[in-house]
């Protein structure tokens, strides 16, 4: 008995699914954990680690995600320009308001895979603010 690898023509654009998430008071590290396994495929039965075998991923609300413990004032988010001296440096609940979307987008990228692979998983997910989004189109599937 052998095990069977997806390949790229296996798992093509018509098998991929659209996922809706809503990420009212739902924590931070926990909703970034689902949407990164949704993302690489771990679901599917025929996942395979070098294959975008994944959905696409839809984050609504996600202005309402929450932070537990001291987060939203403890965790630090840095910046480098690329010139001598200039760290800059956002608490979460600074760049929570700034643009909410960053915690989010931020936190996925981090779960997936460092590699070509991760670029193209990252260009699957659509975070949103507010409770609408623009993907009405596409029949996603709320979870």
């Known amino acids: ?10 798992h093509d654009a018509g098998q991929k699914q659209w996922v809706l998430l809503d990420a009212s008071d739902v ?11 949704i993302l690489r495929g771990r679901h599917r ?10 959905d696409f991923v839809i984050v609504i609300n996600a202005d309402r995600v929450r ?3 001291n987060k939203a004032t403890k965790k630090e ?21 700034r643009n909410s979307r960053f915690l989010v987008e931020h936190a996925v990228k ?15 997910l659509k975070v949103y603010g507010g409770a609408e989004h623009r ?4 029949m996603p599937v709320k979870l």
Do not use: C, W
């Open 77 to 97: 988010y840095m910046f480098y320009t690329g010139y001598m001296g200039n760290e800059r440096y956002s608490s979460a609940s600074e760049m929570k308001g």
């Open 1 to 10: 008995m052998s095990t069977t690898l997806a390949k790229k023509e296996m």
């Open 110 to 124: 981090g779960m997936l895979p460092k590699n070509r692979l991760a670029d193209q998983m990252i260009r699957k």
């Open 67 to 69: 932070l537990t413990g």
């Open 135 to 138: 993907h009405a189109a596409q």
């Open 27 to 37: 924590s931070l590290g926990r909703l970034a954990v689902r949407i990164a396994g």
């Open 45 to 54: 039965p025929i996942y395979t680690p070098h294959v975008d075998t994944g």
